[in-house]
């Protein structure tokens, strides 16, 4: 069993992330028995707060974002646990005092100076807070352990992506960096793999011989919120496709590792990315459509135009929607588009995976019964998780008609079933060294490498930036980039059986 013990060190712990998801994630494991015995956190903002005002905070993001609701007697424990020191990020004292405070921790926490340094900054900072940490002594990993999580995005491009990596591994072995992807940490991405490889059923048939086209959608009904400086330089391309949908898509069509270790796992994902099909400019008009939210209604309530929000320019060309046609040139995947599509202020909130497997000869059914819907299989991620398969039967009854029916696995809509949020698993993982569900650097190069080819093939241009009203399913042309493959998008919904279009 590996050595947990250490001491949690939060660059940004002011920050929303830490107060979302970092300290409920914390107290999650505590109150479930996952925290080291020999474990504490200490929290670095630039704040003046004393540990005492810290902690009523930290109890009150518990109390707001935690799945589960907080209990004052465990939280009373873990909170004693809970440290704040205010440092400015590249100021040599601060880290000299912060070094000084964790050794003595240490002592008392029996802790051995192993540490988790948790980047929950701005990105500008992780190359001076890692260069700071080697410039202190902080991340020797001599006798002990001391690794680094680093928050997306990992570079806003290939080439910054790389200059960042190289400044890393100047301080941090490979096999101390945690590149966050936090979509990996959800329960459905850890069961993708489940569902392909112990299943007789699937695996033989998960190819282009069987399979018409995967399409892959994470649509949100939130806009950018109060991120707006950072959404202007992404966009959904920088900011969703090139980490989580590229993610999602590596584990849908990774061939099976030779075994169950991280490298295995890995070396697979990212023979995916490198076989991804770049796009160029005269390929992009044809399989790339991007959008921007206009002003319209989302849950019945009026929301503002991208263009009106805070910290965005207003005559802004960035997109917030984009749907695209991808391809993976090998030997299983050849001939199968792939489409992905990701945007803010959808009608609706859900991420899902639906595989539509192609249509048997007409031979049978066709001349009497006109085409039969496919075979779908939809894996849910969220906020429904689970899996749903369509298939075609008898209506019962005198009249002989056929009709699609479905059965549908739900693994959260049981009472009792709370499922551990995504950081959970990813910090556990973190502190027990596993980095499994952490991105590896060829993944990030070779993701970027096809972020790239977009950005190129738009660069100069922005005619294409359509702008569809809040609250519905993005511009039209992301209707007909399905159509001219005579596709349409699936809004497979737990009662309906799809067929509809959703756009
Ligand atoms: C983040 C993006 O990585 O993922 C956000 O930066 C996005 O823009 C978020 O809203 C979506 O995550 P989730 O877990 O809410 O689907």
Redesign the pocket.
């Known amino acids: 069993m590996a050595d947990m013990s250490c001491i949690m060190v939060i660059f940004g712990g002011t920050g929303d992330l830490t107060r979302r998801k970092l300290l409920p994630a914390i107290y999650n494991l505590y109150t479930d028995g996952l925290l080291p015995e020999n474990f504490a956190v200490v929290a670095v903002g630039r704040r003046d707060y004393s540990h005492e005002v810290y902690r009523n905070l930290a109890r009150e993001a518990v109390a707001n974002f935690s799945r589960k609701s907080i209990d004052d007697e465990k939280w009373s424990v873990l909170a004693q646990r809970i440290y704040y020191k205010k440092s400015e990020f590249h100021d040599d004292q601060g880290y000299r005092s912060l070094k000084a405070f964790l050794d003595r921790l240490d002592t008392n926490y029996h802790t051995g100076g192993n540490r988790v340094y948790y980047l929950a900054v701005a990105p500008e900072y992780f190359e001076v807070i890692a260069g700071q940490l080697y410039a202190h002594d902080m991340a020797k990993n001599d006798k002990c352990w001391q690794r680094v999580v680093i928050e997306?995005?990992f570079g806003r491009d290939l080439k910054s992506a790389h200059y960042l990596n190289h400044k890393l591994s100047q301080v941090f072995d490979e096999s101390h960096i945690y590149r966050i992807?936090?979509?990996l940490g959800?329960e459905m991405l850890q069961n993708i793999m489940v569902i392909r490889f112990a299943n007789g059923l699937f695996e033989p048939i998960w190819n282009n011989r069987y399979i018409d086209n995967v399409q892959i959608s994470?649509d949100?009904t939130?806009g950018?919120e109060n991120?707006g400086d950072?959404?202007e330089r992404?966009g959904a391309l920088r900011?969703?496709v090139q980490?989580?949908m590229l993610q999602l898509l590596s584990l849908i069509a990774m061939e099976p590792p030779v075994d169950l270790t991280t490298d295995s796992i890995r070396d697979e994902k990212v023979k995916v990315l490198k076989s991804l099909r770049s796009i160029t400019r005269e390929t992009v008009m044809d399989s790339v459509v991007r959008g921007q939210y206009g002003k319209g209604f989302v849950d019945g309530k009026p929301v503002v135009a991208y263009r009106q929000e805070e910290r965005v320019s207003p005559d802004s060309n960035t997109e917030t929607f984009v749907a695209l046609k991808v391809h993976v040139d090998n030997f299983r995947w050849a001939g199968v588009p792939f489409y992905l599509r990701t945007g803010?202020r959808l009608a609706d909130?859900s991420?899902k995976i639906v595989i539509q497997f192609k249509q048997l000869p007409g031979i049978l059914y066709f001349k009497e019964y006109g085409p039969l819907e496919p075979n779908l299989l939809v894996i849910w991620i969220?906020p429904r998780e689970g899996v749903y398969l369509q298939f075609n039967a008898k209506k019962p009854g005198q009249k002989y008609s056929i009709i699609p029916v479905h059965m549908d696995f739900c693994q959260n809509c049981a009472l009792y079933n709370n499922s551990p949020e995504?950081y959970e698993r990813l910090l556990y993982d973190v502190m027990r060294g596993d980095s499994t569900l952490f991105t590896r650097w060829d993944e990030i190069e070779s993701s970027w490498r096809f972020v790239d080819s977009i950005v190129e093939a738009w660069h100069g241009r922005n005619d294409d930036v359509l702008i569809y009203p809040s609250g519905t399913w993005g511009p039209e042309a992301a209707n007909e980039l399905l159509k001219k493959d005579g596709f349409k998008w699936w809004n497979v919904t737990p009662q309906g059986v799809g067929g509809h279009t959703d756009l």
């Open positions: 997306k995005p992807d936090h979509y959800k994470i949100e939130v950018v991120r950072y959404y992404a900011d969703m980490s989580h803010k909130r991420a969220q995504a």
